[in-house]
């Protein structure tokens, strides 16, 4: 195994197949009764198309931080404590800052056109900017490398104080008074604001958007658990591989006595990357 | 606790003191920030009175990063950041002690400071009572804040510049919720400034707790 091996290894099995072909069929499905079957709305014309992204994308993006909140509980909690609950929450988190920034970006289209600005300070808005801007500082927190283990636990108390946002954001609307309009499936004692085709497209996206974040995360998770390895065994596969050069390129006259190293019978152990790195190095 | 918070507290004000970095560096270092936003106004008087509780807040905020990671280099040299985890002190003591002298740190300077808008920009300072809870309770919100980034940061090569992305958006409620409340202290907003309180004590009442439980797993770390 070296590092051409490991790169060559995709992160896809049975399960992610699966999801990625209901979620290109269900995308299919949805681009057509959005953008054909779905009517104009009678006030905001072809923008109202918008509302089968946007709010899906939003919900998306909470859920993401959600499983990221989540999975550093998992991960703080002593019973439950495993990198495979750092690897899920940070998985999470990616995917979820992916769509948020397509929420704000569809949001930002769709302001330019009702309000005539591509943004505005309205509580909702602005909070959601600041829910991406923290977890981008999470995201970056956790590309700072070193012993995982610390990393994990530096990360899993870091996405709680970040998630912390996300019921705030979610609540601007009832909290504030804002341009942003309220919830339009979901009322306490009401019925939704939209119907029949819209009604449909719309809930149909949050169902497709769900198949897309979930293949989005198992490859997250994926590539993760591929960092993970080399982080942990990317120094030995260097070193066998400089060392099989130095054999390649030895004079082919007499019999040369192969080097010492992993994988060669005879040779001492060779250090991982984490007992061969002091501590602090590479952080 | 409380008393491993005051031995903390003492330790780092003490070491404050001997070597005067913040009223020889971070004080003339805020003036110079409030005389930078006077130049980028161009000193419109108008704007530059309207703006003086933002300016301030902003201000304070470039200070406190300065603050916290003062505060966390401090114990970078010479093992001093190992010998505080064997100590055997009570980790939401060193917590509690590390915010208490980083908000003493920062009262002095928001003193500074509001010296600073009130005869740069011309600000009044009005409804002295509003604008103290508001100064004790952002002050305490922005040092817990910072003391539970600033040890998440201390450990790693980066922290120079990973504070600032981690903490300046946490700390935004503060930012919005201090200036709100001094706009209406000193009646340059309709709104009750007393409601913008109550977001300052909860993201404070949330960062504290969130410090006396996570500290001791932080700093382990660290």
């Known amino acids: ?94 995917v979820g800052v992916a769509f948020c920034v397509t929420t704000i970006v569809s949001g930002s289209i769709w302001g330019r056109y009702s309000w005539g600005v591509w943004w505005t300070w309205d509580a909702r808005l602005t909070l959601t900017a600041l829910l991406l801007a923290v977890f981008l500082g999470y995201l970056a927190l956790r590309r700072t490398g070193g012993d995982p283990v610390g990393r994990a636990k530096r990360c899993a108390v870091a996405a709680l104080c970040c998630f912390l946002v996300v019921p705030v954001d979610h609540e601007a609307t009832n909290w504030w008074v804002t341009l942003h309009q309220k919830d339009t499936l979901f009322r306490i004692g009401k019925s939704p604001l939209i119907h029949g085709w819209q009604l449909t497209t719309m809930l149909l996206s949050f169902a497709v958007f769900g198949l897309l974040f979930t293949w989005m995360l198992l490859h997250r998770l994926g590539i993760e658990a591929l960092e993970d390895r080399i982080e942990e065994e990317g120094y030995v596969w260097a070193v066998a591989e400089r060392r099989a050069e130095g054999v390649a390129q030895a004079p082919a006259t007499g019999p040369g006595r192969p080097l010492p190293g992993p994988g060669l019978a005879g040779g001492p152990a060779a250090p991982t990357m984490r007992s061969a790195i002091p501590p602090g190095e590479g952080r | 606790m409380w008393r491993d918070a005051v031995l903390v507290a003492g330790k780092d004000l003490r070491v404050e003191l001997r070597s005067r970095v913040t009223t020889n560096q971070v004080a003339p270092y805020a003036l110079i920030v409030l005389l930078l936003f006077g130049f980028a106004f161009d000193q419109d008087p108008y704007i530059l009175t309207h703006a003086a509780p933002g300016l301030f807040w902003v201000a304070v905020l470039l200070c406190a990063l300065l603050a916290i990671q003062r505060s966390f ?138 410090g006396v439980l996570g500290f001791g797993t932080l700093l382990e770390e660290a």
């Open chain 1, 1 to 94: 195994m070296n590092y051409k091996s490991l790169s060559a290894r995709p992160t896809s099995n049975h399960a992610t197949l699966v999801v990625g072909g209901l979620t290109l069929v269900g995308l299919g499905v949805l681009l057509v009764l959005g953008l054909v079957v779905s009517p104009p709305d009678t006030v905001q014309g072809e923008t109202v198309r918008l509302i089968y992204v946007h709010p899906a994308s939003a919900t998306m993006a909470y859920v993401g931080f959600g499983l990221c909140a989540l999975g550093s509980l998992a991960y703080l909690w002593p019973r439950t404590r495993s990198l495979r609950w750092d690897r899920f929450a940070g998985a999470s988190a990616e």
């Open chain 2, 73 to 210: 280099g401090l114990e970078a040299a010479d093992g001093a950041r190992d010998g505080l985890r064997m100590s055997g002190l009570d980790a939401a003591g060193i917590f509690l002690g590390k915010a208490l002298a980083v908000a003493a740190q920062l009262a002095v300077l928001e003193a500074v400071l509001a010296g600073g808008i009130v005869v740069l920009f011309g600000a009044r300072l009005g409804h002295p009572l509003l604008l103290g809870a508001t100064c004790v309770l952002a002050t305490v919100g922005l040092a817990a804040a910072g003391t539970v980034y600033g040890v998440m940061a201390a450990g790693l090569r980066v922290r120079e510049t990973l504070l600032p992305l981690l903490l300046l958006p946490v700390v935004a409620p503060v930012l919005l919720g201090a200036t709100q409340a001094w706009l209406a202290a000193v009646g340059l907003s309709s709104g009750g400034g007393w409601r913008w309180l109550t977001l300052l004590a909860a993201f404070a009442a949330i960062y504290v707790a969130l």
